[in-house]
């Protein structure tokens, strides 16, 4: 007999065995794909090295990429192998030089990565695409280590296609409280006054300390070993989208970047090889449906952690 939650635990964790009819609702690309527009808006089962080929070129506005770490580790019904240096930058190229034609001319790519694989990343990247920064974020989450510093960030390096990319500014500045009011004759100078305290957008940076990792009473939360916060890739789409693009993610697991676009008005097609991750994907997917929330990112704002009247803290 299964384990009982806790009462708030809204972990989605649903077997395959329990999950057909989410199940049902994703497909196998097995020959050449002639219009995205068949395929938009789907979960694909499959190796996106046997996939991506079979897209059409330039379907893409955006990727977002989270592929394997360098490092051992199981996933259900798999796992990865830590690799040499040389065959995880040749492993890299691979995919990346799949992923490529279908980006648009001034798409984005971002591609997610621990500290240890980004210094394999990112010259690898550099060979297909033009990087224009390299984002840390601060991963609050994971055991101290007795020999090393606890790893608490993770990278994400953010690349185009050429010039001409889309980046919204005004989309993911970020509200943080003043404590430091500054006044310009008597009147709040770059920050607003409201009855719950004194607030200030400002532009973002490469830097994110805002992020809270997804756990068992929020509803985004699945188990799976990996998964990226929601308010996370909405920074990203947010920035480098429009409402209607398409979002593609080649290594979709259970389905962070396709319930994003989708609550943010983007279309998607995420691909993964896993039958579990997918099926929690579009049980996710037919959530967002009435869920459309986006935690830590309310009326149009990306709130600093903690800093949203009202709210109970995230932490």
């Given at each position: ?6 009462p ?15 199940l ?69 190229r ?22 240890e694989?980004s ?39 953010f ?5 001409g ?101 983007r279309?998607?097609?995420g ?26 990112y ?18």
């Open positions: 007999m299964p384990e009982q939650k806790a708030r635990n809204r972990t989605i964790d649903t077997p395959v065995s329990e999950g057909a009819r989410f049902a609702r994703c497909i196998r690309i097995e020959q050449p794909v002639g219009d995205v527009g068949g395929v938009r808006d789907r979960t694909v089962l499959g190796d996106s090295f046997r996939v991506l080929p079979l897209l059409p070129r330039s379907c893409a506005d955006l990727i977002v990429a989270d592929p394997p770490y360098n490092l051992t580790k199981a996933f259900y019904g798999g796992g990865f192998s830590k690799k040499s240096a040389a065959d995880y930058g040749a492993y890299t691979e995919w990346l030089s799949l992923a490529e034609p279908l980006l648009r001319p001034g798409g984005t790519i971002y591609v997610c990565c621990d500290w694989t210094m394999l990343v990112g010259p690898v990247l550099g060979e297909l695409f033009t990087v224009r920064s390299r984002i840390t974020w601060q991963r609050e989450k994971g055991r101290g280590a007795k020999g090393n510093w606890k790893n608490g960030m993770e990278d994400i390096w690349a185009t296609k050429g010039g990319y889309t980046f919204n500014l005004d989309a993911v500045k970020l509200r943080r409280r003043v404590l430091a009011p500054y006044r310009a004759d008597g009147a709040p100078k770059d920050w607003e006054e409201t009855g719950q305290g004194r607030f200030r957008d400002t532009c973002p940076s490469n830097f994110w300390d805002d992020i809270t990792i997804p756990f068992w009473s929020m509803p985004e939360n699945t188990a799976h070993p990996t998964q990226k916060p929601e308010k996370l890739l909405a920074k990203l789409i947010l920035a480098s989208s429009e409402p209607g693009d398409l979002v593609l993610d080649p290594f979709l697991g259970s389905g962070t970047t396709s319930v994003v676009a989708k609550k943010l008005g279309h998607y097609l691909i993964e090889q896993e039958a579990q991750y997918c099926l929690w994907a579009e049980q996710r997917l037919e959530a967002a449906e009435s869920e459309p929330a986006i935690q830590g309310t009326d149009g704002v990306f709130w600093e952690r903690n800093a949203r009247p009202g709210r109970v803290p995230e932490r």
